[in-house]
């Protein structure tokens, strides 16, 4: 037989299965970066970027680029004639960006399409300024990319120097105004 406590108890739960139920779909708070691209921020090794075109189509240019995630935004360097630096430069301010280790994205025939599977936000592109900016996105290129960052550290700190080559940084956009870059 089932004791008055039991079946309150019972009854209270069935209450709250509905509330519990709606909290675990909840999506992200507005403005909040969505999880799985903000894990993978954190941990691979590259991202892909296409800046977006005035109309919030792609541009035909994507890349895997080394890359720091400082402060809640992507930080990259690049030679001021790169396409990512010339299409800031043009006022195109905002990019698609992927994150993951897809391989190359230009091959010797074709492209490879298979960032495209991973997760990815808008962001807001800007150039970045100052030694302190650099000298940090430099330490966390010395953590992630041990092997390689003796040969382009100079070159990177250099190229700063002498306005050859400029820090981007791109801030992922909230989800709602993500949505207007597909519009």
Known sequence: MIDRRTLLEAFVGIALVPAVLARAQT?????????????ALASIPYVYVSPLLRDGAESSCHAEVWFGWI????????????WKARSLARGL?????????YG?????????????AGPSCV??????????????????????????IGAWRDKMRAGVRDGSRVL???????????GAART
């Open 168 to 178: 981007i940084r791109y801030v992922p956009e909230p989800p709602a105004a993500a």
């Open 123 to 148: 962001a807001r592109a800007e150039l970045a300024r100052g030694d302190g900016v650099l000298d940090e996105l430099l330490a966390s290129y010395e953590k992630k990319y041990p092997a390689e």
């Open 104 to 116: 190359r994205w230009k091959q010797m025939i074709g492209r490879n399409e298979a960032f495209r």
């Open 71 to 82: 402060d809640g935004a992507v930080v990259v360097i690049t030679a001021t004639t790169t």
């Open 93 to 101: 301010t905002r990019a698609r960006l992927w994150a993951g280790d």
């Open 27 to 39: 999506p992200p708070a507005r403005g909040a970066l969505d999880p799985t691209i903000a894990r």
